[in-house]
Every structure is written in structure tokens, then in C-alpha cells.
């Protein structure tokens, strides 16, 4: 069974970086998706960006409020998932989610719905201090 395990999460202060790990265990799919939420207190959890993965390439999608601060990468080789995240503010403060599918996705804009995904972490904190 595919097994998500984050790491990397932690306490910065407002404007630093940190950068999140997403580990996937027995993952040999070809044509897959994967991607980052998050989840702060009190709120519903939010899409941040996703990578899908097919035979003819790869592409990236992002959240508005994270574009040009987040970025999201994979390492094929040690099957990890990565969320590069600078310019941290407050308002980041979440538990951080990863997520993975293993079939196709035809609408890359179908990768913002948790629903889309098969597969979810145990999330991070991120704890970001003014």
C-alpha cells in the first residue's frame, strides 16, 4: 500500500524559508499526481499546488496566494515530493498536507479539489512567527 510520510515542517519567523518533504513508499506509477495542502485552525483545508506527472512531461499548477513564494518538485530517483517555501508570512501557519494519484488527469485544474487525490499524509506543522 502507497504510504505519504511529510517532514520538514517546523518554526520560522516571518520571512524566512523552510522546505517540506514528502516521502512515497512502493510508488511505481508512470502516470500519476501529486500535491501540497494545507490546513490552519478553524478553516477548511486549502489547495496550494500540485505536479502531474505523464508520459510526455510534467506541469505544475499553483494557489494564487502562494504563486511566486511556493514551489513545488520532485526527486524521481528517492520518490519525494518537495515544497520549496519562502517569504514565509503568519497567515502560512497550518498543518501541511501531501497528497498523491496514480492515474491519469486529463484537467490539471482538477488537481485543486482534495478529492481528486487517493492518497494523503499525516500533514506537518509549519508554525510561522511574526
Known amino acids: 500500500q502507497v504510504q505519504l510520510v511529510e517532514s520538514g515542517g517546523g518554526l520560522v519567523q516571518a520571512g524566512g524559508s523552510l522546505r517540506l518533504s514528502c516521502a512515497a513508499s512502493?510508488?511505481?506509477?508512470?502516470?500519476?499526481?501529486m500535491g501540497w495542502f494545507r490546513q490552519a485552525p478553524g478553516k477548511d483545508r486549502e489547495f496550494l499546488a500540485a505536479?502531474?506527472?505523464?508520459?510526455?512531461?510534467?506541469?505544475?499548477i499553483y494557489e494564487d496566494s502562494v504563486k511566486g513564494r511556493f514551489t513545488i518538485s520532485r526527486n524521481n530517483a528517492k520518490n519525494t515530493l518537495y515544497l520549496q517555501m519562502n517569504s514565509l508570512k503568519p497567515d502560512d501557519t497550518a498543518v501541511y498536507y501531501c497528497?498523491?494519484?496514480?492515474?491519469?488527469?486529463?484537467?490539471?485544474?482538477?488537481?485543486?479539489?482534495?478529492?481528486?487525490?487517493?492518497?494523503w499524509g499525516q500533514g506537518t506543522q509549519v508554525t510561522v512567527s511574526s
Open positions: 497528497a498523491a494519484k496514480s492515474d491519469v488527469t486529463w484537467i490539471l485544474d482538477q488537481l485543486r479539489a482534495e478529492g481528486a487525490y487517493t492518497y
Open positions: 512502493r510508488w511505481t506509477f508512470s502516470n500519476y499526481a
Open positions: 505536479l502531474r506527472v505523464r508520459v510526455i512531461g510534467s506541469d505544475t
